[in-house]
């Protein structure tokens, strides 16, 4: 069972461009979350989604940043015209569908953005 | 007022000491509770659930008090290998919305 898979691992990207980041969560799970990490920070959630239903965005800025997670195919975190305090850590958790109590979160390795 | 509060630390502790974390939540409808722990540059990692009654994996124990609404982790003969960043993490929702809240950390640092 592959866990929480997130790509690229690393990316740099010079301002004003675009970064997509992506995230397969474990299989069967329907729930999928974002967080941003900057160093010596704590996690910082985003945005919470389903299949092809943005549940919870409260955390996200209200320009540049958009998610998805479409019917067939990983979720998509997408900043457009990244500046440099874009830079962080963006890590992808998924869990189970609820209803029982002590469902965990399971993180992925996260992706590192670097804005030059 | 934040969800989930934490005291940031760092602890420093020396090896084969033991420490006590405590974190506090806000909304007494949380459900599940948890410790998570964060290495340097790496994602978290669930140490483990925290239960009503109280529990314990080796040198590690986790008790919940719901009426004061805090959650404690305690570190028995801390070893080097736990120096981390330690998570409290509460999560509450329905049958199809399961949200996660996250503190801030504490940080733990291990000495010779």
């Known amino acids: 069972n592959a866990g929480v898979m997130q790509n690229p691992r690393h990316l740099v990207r010079r301002r004003g461009q675009e970064a997509r980041l992506r995230c397969s969560p474990v299989?069967?799970?329907?729930?999928v979350y974002w967080y941003r990490q900057l160093p010596e920070e704590g996690l910082k959630f985003m945005v919470y989604?389903?299949?092809?239903?943005?549940?919870?965005e409260s955390g996200m800025p209200k320009e540049r940043f958009s998610a998805e997670f479409p019917k067939e195919g990983p979720s998509i975190l997408r900043i457009q015209q990244v500046v440099r305090g874009d830079s962080a850590a963006y890590f992808c958790?998924?869990?189970?569908?609820?209803?029982?109590?002590?469902?965990?979160?399971?993180f992925g390795q996260g992706t590192r953005l670097t804005v030059v | 007022r934040k969800e989930v509060e934490q005291d940031p630390g760092p602890f420093n502790v020396p090896e084969g000491a033991t420490v006590a974390f405590n974190c506090t939540y806000s909304?007494?409808?949380?459900?599940?509770f948890f410790w998570y722990r964060q290495d340097c540059r790496k994602e978290p990692k669930l140490l483990m659930s925290?239960?009503?009654s109280g529990n314990e994996d080796g040198r590690f124990t986790a008790q919940l008090n719901r009426a004061s609404q805090y959650i404690s982790l305690l570190i028995r003969d801390s070893k080097l290998s736990d120096s981390a960043t330690y998570l409290c993490?509460?999560?509450?929702?329905?049958?199809?919305?399961?949200?996660?809240?996250f503190g801030s950390g504490t940080k733990l640092n291990v000495k010779p």
């Open positions: 909304n007494s409808a949380s459900q599940s």
């Open positions: 299989k069967g799970h329907s729930h």
């Open positions: 925290v239960y009503s």
């Open positions: 958790a998924s869990s189970p569908p609820s209803g029982q109590l002590n469902t965990e979160a399971f």
């Open positions: 989604l389903q299949k092809e239903n943005i549940i919870d």
């Open positions: 993490v509460v999560s509450r929702g329905t049958y199809n919305f399961n949200k996660f809240y």
